[in-house]
């Protein structure tokens, strides 16, 4: 699949640790988020409680096959090995993970997204023309990510946009309270794990987090 910047209007980030484990309460919630319109999703299956091994494969898969039969771009966080398991669309990796140098000599059909949280890491971003769109932040305080650096504010994340060559999609902390907010910088979209996920209405919370209604 060809990455198209609209990809990022409304990017759900999730793993089963997001809804403490509950695997049938995960695809169920996926496919709320699927069929009421999210523009990408990212497995991402990290942190306390995630699945390892066979599970999270066999997990990888099906939660492939129900994003993909809404055609919405799906998406691997980190994992190079379970993205070309899975045939992904994309793979996001951070500043630690599996260089964008390899991916682009093993895998041409996957688009690249990378995450930066300053201003160096951009300026370094931006020789790297395998990447298809930058992951920016924690915008603000996030209790999804453990290693999370310092939120990064609004006004640094505007100016960040202001620099970058690539699209940019915000990450970190944002709720449908903040989004307008965020958007407002100018930038291609919101990426949520949180919000979404532990909302009790997703479907209203996806809707007054899309960019169209703000
Ligand atoms: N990268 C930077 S912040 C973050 C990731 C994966 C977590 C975002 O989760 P939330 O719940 O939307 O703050
Ligand atoms: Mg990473």
Redesign the pocket.
Same mark, same amino acid.
């Given at each position: 699949m060809k990455f198209n910047e609209k990809m990022l209007d409304l990017y759900l980030?999730a793993g089963t640790q997001n809804v403490h484990g509950d695997c049938d309460l995960f695809l169920k919630q996926i496919e709320i988020a699927c069929q009421t319109g999210i523009s990408a999703f990212q497995y991402?299956e990290k942190g306390n409680g995630s699945l390892a091994g066979a599970a999270r494969v066999s997990m990888g898969r099906k939660v492939r096959d129900l994003v993909k039969k809404y055609q919405i771009p799906f998406i691997v966080d980190d994992d190079f090995q379970l993205a070309k398991a899975l045939e992904a669309d994309g793979i996001h990796v951070g500043q630690s993970d599996i260089t964008v140098e390899k991916i682009s000599a093993n895998a041409d059909n996957m688009f690249i997204g990378l %995450?930066i949280s300053n201003e160096k890491e951009l300026a370094e971003s931006q020789r790297l023309s395998r990447v298809s769109y930058l992951?920016v932040?924690?915008i603000f305080p996030?209790?999804?990510?453990n290693d999370?650096n310092p939120p990064i504010g609004i006004d640094r994340l505007a100016k960040i946009g202001q620099s970058s060559a690539l699209p940019i999609v915000a990450?970190?902390?944002?709720s449908t309270q903040n989004a307008k907010q965020v958007r407002q910088t100018g930038l291609a979209g919101v990426a949520?794990? %949180?919000?979404i996920m532990q909302s009790s209405n997703m479907a209203q919370t996806i809707k007054s987090l899309k960019g169209e209604l703000l």
């Open positions: 980030v991402r %995450s992951g932040g924690p996030t209790r999804s990510k999370a990450i970190g902390g944002i949520i794990i %949180s919000a």
